[in-house]
């Protein structure tokens, strides 16, 4: 009676353990399926292709019409932040203010992108405390090197 009793316990174990193991393997495969072309598009980058279906003439339209977020200055995050501002740096190198995007014409740019304070701190220094937008021409490319 108890060999029919572990035998019966071990077919149960055994046909849990096959469930749980089935559902880990479509859970983990569901989370790597994407929908669209199986990239994963990031609202921190405006990509070529976004700038070519764009009808804006300058980097500053592109951002209004497709990141507006972007140019919201964040609320400062300790009592002596000052206000905080969004920074701009063309070619990897740190310009000043968002009037610098008005100057790009989209034809140029390769790519834009946002940094976060923090991460746009660590990178170039003070003076980010809103982010930055990043902005990448075609003359420069993806792969430049960053002063």
Not at 32 to 57: K, M, N, V, Y
């Amino acid at each position: 009676m108890l060999d029919e009793r572990d035998t019966e316990m071990e077919t149960i174990m055994r046909t849990t353990l096959k469930g749980a193991a089935v559902l880990t393997i479509a859970v983990s495969l569901a989370g790597c399926a994407s929908g669209g072309s199986g990239e994963s598009r990031s609202t921190d980058d405006i990509l070529r292709e976004d700038l070519e279906a764009s009808s804006a003439e300058t980097a500053m339209e592109v951002v209004t019409l497709l990141r507006p977020q972007w140019l919201r200055a964040r609320p400062a995050r300790t009592p002596t932040d000052a206000t905080p501002t969004v920074g701009v740096v063309i070619d990897g190198r740190p310009r000043g203010s968002l009037d610098d995007l008005a100057q790009i014409r989209r034809e140029i740019i390769e790519r834009i992108s946002f940094m976060s304070a923090t991460d746009a701190t660590i990178r170039w220094g003070t003076g980010f405390t809103g982010g930055a937008i990043v902005v990448t021409t075609r003359r420069a490319g993806p792969g430049a090197p960053m002063d």
